[in-house]
């Protein structure tokens, strides 16, 4: 089994910043891509950034240019600098893990973390 775990997640002021971080542990082989997605109330799931195991990486149109995933392979751990930071960005953030074994891929999620922008 694999767990997610964020941290990170708040309130702050339109303007603002906030950096998540979710680690993995648990039976991890390899990692083909982790990533970010985001829930606002009453809207469907959508993603925000993902990056594969060779740093692609890959943004919504929406964070393009506020916010930046990276990863950090030995910690089996990814972040989401959020910086200009609208009220329209707030939602239950959550990670995702994907992993690919014998050809069948994996995803795995976290358990969500409350990003609030609001004065």
């Known amino acids: 089994q694999v767990q997610l775990v964020e941290s990170g997640g708040g309130l702050v002021q339109p303007g603002g910043s906030l950096r998540l971080s979710c680690a993995a542990s648990g039976s991890i082989f390899s990692i083909d891509a982790m990533g970010w997605y985001r829930q606002a109330a009453g809207k469907q799931r959508e993603s925000v950034a993902i990056i594969t195991s060779v740093g692609r990486t890959k943004y919504a149109d929406s964070v393009k240019g506020r916010f930046t995933i990276s990863r950090d392979n030995a910690k089996n751990t990814v972040y989401l600098q959020m910086n200009s930071l609208k009220p329209e960005d707030t939602a239950v953030y959550y990670c995702?893990?994907?992993?690919?074994?014998?050809?069948?891929?994996?995803?795995?999620w976290g358990q969500g973390t409350q990003v609030t922008v609001s004065s």
């Open positions: 995702t893990l994907v992993t690919v074994v014998g050809g069948t891929g994996y995803d795995y």
